[in-house]
């Protein structure tokens, strides 16, 4: 069973950063993707950005150019690097390891951006 925590979140003003943390309790190397998503009061959980084990990425057209997700092997540790934060990414952000045919998602951790 795979174990995700993420840190970093807060409040911040729009216009500026944030950097979300997730720490996974094994290797990223025997996970096959890991992603952020976010949910936002009334609305369904989205996809922000993945990267796999390969260091493909992937983003939400509604983050690009803004959000960057990266990773540190030796650390088991995803990043979100958010940047122009705006009011509409206010969310609750989850991460979310997929491995060994199944799901794994971490506690979440409120993003506020106040206008």
């Known amino acids: 069973q795979v174990q995700v925590v993420e840190s970093g979140g807060g409040l911040v003003q729009a216009g500026g950063s944030l950097r979300l943390s997730c720490a996974a309790s094994e290797s990223l190397f025997s996970i096959n993707t890991m992603g952020w998503y976010r949910q936002a009061p009334g609305k369904p959980r989205e996809l922000v950005a993945t990267i796999s084990s390969g260091g493909s990425t992937n983003y939400a057209d509604s983050v690009k150019g803004r959000f960057t997700i990266s990773r540190d092997t030796a650390k088991h540790t995803v990043y979100l690097q958010m940047n122009s934060l705006k009011p509409a990414d206010t969310a609750v952000y989850y991460c979310?390891?997929?491995?060994?045919?199944?799901?794994?998602w971490g506690q979440g951790t409120q993003v506020t951006v106040s206008s």
């Open positions: 979310k390891a997929v491995a060994y045919a199944r799901q794994y």
